[in-house]
């Protein structure tokens, strides 16, 4: 490809040389000849288009061949390149989500390390009118927080400031990791309330996106905000509270970043325990006629489905009995015994996709007794992962690991309540009401029915799992759960597709398939369960007609108007912002 381009440069300075020398006589005229080593006489203008005519047919030869040949099997797992025509410069920052689905490249990517560094940077900014859009781990799938012109992350504000043993309070700079923050504070006993699938966000960030663990008497994770430090633009520092300015903080809380860089964020926090871990695999069924008593009498619960199959893996955790201990059940089968199909899978499908196996891999694998389940899935997925048939035995191959990994698991609170969420992937996540706590509507597995007809009828080549969870509300105004009646729970319901290898080609064709899949979902269900996107997944439209009707959804559920107000008085210049929330709420001058 290098050689192409460069040879279709050459070519037309060629035809700009050549043109020049024809209106200027005093410019030298380059005269191309046939491939002879003997002397001919000079060419005519019609012989001059005649070979840069067989030029390009050769390279558009060539390039219609490089297309159409197939890659190498190797070239599976080579990382997608961009094309560059020249070396980037030294002082350019490319930013990117932790998937690689969003990327930016910017020259300004700012790292205070303390809170009056943070004020002169916003400040300075201001007066300059130039972005400096806040930016966390960069773990949300649609990278929220990218701009290309100009971002401020915290990773050096990353103390806990104060602890309140007596009030289980901690106070910290938000810069801070989940999973720094919990090590932290586990010595005086406590941890946070809930936790996301991972804890490699920055507390600001899992904060601003209304980011949520599982647990239908558990809020999101900004209901644990007691109160917040938020470096604005227009009014410097401000701190803010339910006592203090509540309705600014009932906004801030899940402010998207948009209202002021979160400086300090003090959490509710709760005693640290000991939980027990119990999954097991059931099916639609009997989720139904459990699902009641799952949600009331499971501190924690969530279900992974497995499209394609029957199967529901239900996982709940729960506080040890002081009084039994730890469960005596002993596991049915071991770990290796669990993988075990899914490895024969894997070998069984190298065969076939790769043409050669040994007893451990193929000859460029790693020993498959070294990967995980996620990391076989991946591997597995890679082979022919647009291929329904291929996708359903994967799955197949999920629903017989987890029927072999029943079972209990004892472990604290901050160190059992994550999941493995694989690699690389594209994720679209709804939250929509599900009744009370004392009377579920049963909207929710109503949802979960209606997609799984969907996935079928379509057959759409859906991986699992599709994950479900459920909180309590959220007083945040700007969260997808918000409510103002205390009783009311949400279903969060994550579907998904992985990008299992860096082939440019691949992403991009699975890329196609996502969003279709997404699209679908959102023609026949959003609507009809008043269901909204996780703003860390949310994903803005291209095309005008879809983005007005979007923005039509979100004026209905959200106080957009109040947003946009407390934004122009925080942020007049907009520097905290970006494309994405432009887009989404577009101010009433704007439009």
Not at 16 to 29: A, D, G, K, L, S
Not at 399 to 416: F, H, L, N, Q
Request: glycine content about 6%; charged content about 25%; hydrophobic content about 35%.
């Amino acid at each position: 490809m290098l050689r192409s381009f460069t040879s279709k440069r050459s070519l037309q300075s060629l035809l700009h040389h050549h043109r020049r020398c024809r209106q200027n006589p005093q410019f030298p005229i380059f005269n191309p000849r046939p491939f002879s080593s003997s002397p001919g006489p000079p060419s005519s203008d019609a012989e001059l288009r005649k070979y840069i005519g067989y030029t390009l047919l050769l390279l558009g030869s060539a390039a219609a061949t490089y297309y159409s040949f197939p890659f190498s099997e190797n070239a599976r797992d080579k990382k997608a390149q961009l094309f560059r025509y020249a070396p980037l410069p030294d002082d350019l920052h490319t930013v990117s989500n932790w998937s690689g689905t969003h990327e930016v490249r910017t020259r300004i990517f700012l790292q205070p390390e303390s809170i009056e560094e943070l004020e002169g940077i916003v400040k300075e900014a201001n007066v300059r009118k130039h972005k400096i859009r806040p930016v966390g781990s960069g773990l949300s799938p649609n990278g929220i927080g990218l701009t290309r012109a100009g971002m401020v992350n915290l990773a050096l504000m990353d103390k806990v400031l104060s602890v309140d043993k007596e009030k289980k309070r901690v106070t910290v700079q938000a810069g801070i990791r989940v999973q720094q923050l919990v090590d932290e504070i586990k010595e005086f006993g406590i941890t946070l309330q809930n936790f996301a699938s991972i804890r490699e966000q920055q507390i600001g960030g899992i904060v601003q996106v209304g980011a949520h663990g599982t647990g239908a008497r558990l809020p999101p994770i900004d209901e644990q905000v007691i109160s917040m430090k938020l470096v604005t633009p227009a009014k410097g520092t401000i701190e803010i509270s339910k006592e203090k300015d509540p309705e600014l903080f009932c906004l801030a809380r899940c402010g998207l970043g948009g209202l002021g860089v979160v400086a300090e964020v003090t959490l509710q926090c709760v005693e640290r325990q000991e939980l027990v871990e119990h999954t097991f695999l059931s099916n639609m069924k009997d989720i139904k006629k459990n699902h009641k008593k799952f949600l009331s009498e499971n501190k924690h619960v969530k279900y992974l489905y497995i499209p394609y199959t029957d199967a529901v893996v239900v996982v709940t955790c729960n506080p040890m009995s002081k009084k039994k201990g730890p469960p005596k059940n002993k596991p049915k089968y071991t770990t290796e015994e669990a993988l075990q199909h899914v490895r024969d899978l894997y070998l069984e499908s190298l065969t076939k996709y790769r043409g050669q196996v040994t007893d451990s891999g193929s000859p460029d694998e790693p020993e498959i007794v070294e990967l995980s389940f996620t990391e076989l899935r991946d591997k597995l997925l890679a082979m022919d992962p647009l291929n329904k048939e291929h996708v359903i035995k994967v799955n197949k191959a999920e629903a017989e690991y987890w029927r072999k990994s029943e079972g209990y698991r004892v472990g604290w609170s901050d160190e059992i309540l994550g999941f493995d969420c694989g690699g690389h992937q594209w994720v679209s996540e709804t939250c929509f009401p599900a009744g009370t706590l004392s009377k579920p509507s049963m909207k929710d597995l109503e949802y979960i029915e209606e997609l799984m007809q969907l996935i079928e009828k379509e057959s759409v080549p859906a991986p699992a799992p599709i994950e479900q969870r459920w909180t309590a509300c959220s007083k945040s105004r700007m969260s997808p759960a918000y409510s103002s009646a205390d009783d009311d729970i949400f279903s969060w319901v994550g579907i998904i597709m992985y990008l299992p290898t860096m082939d440019a080609r691949q992403r991009r064709q699975i890329t196609e398939e996502f969003f279709h899949y997404r699209h679908m979902t959102q023609a026949q269900l959003w609507d009809h369960y008043s269901a909204f996107e996780h703003w860390a997944k949310i994903e803005v439209p291209k095309d005008k007609e879809e983005l007005a009707a979007l923005q039509a959804r979100l004026k209905k559920k959200f106080p957009v108007d109040a947003y946009n107000q407390a934004r122009k008085e925080l942020d007049p210049n907009r520097i905290l912002s970006n494309n994405m929330l432009e887009k989404l709420f577009p101010s009433s001058e704007a439009v």
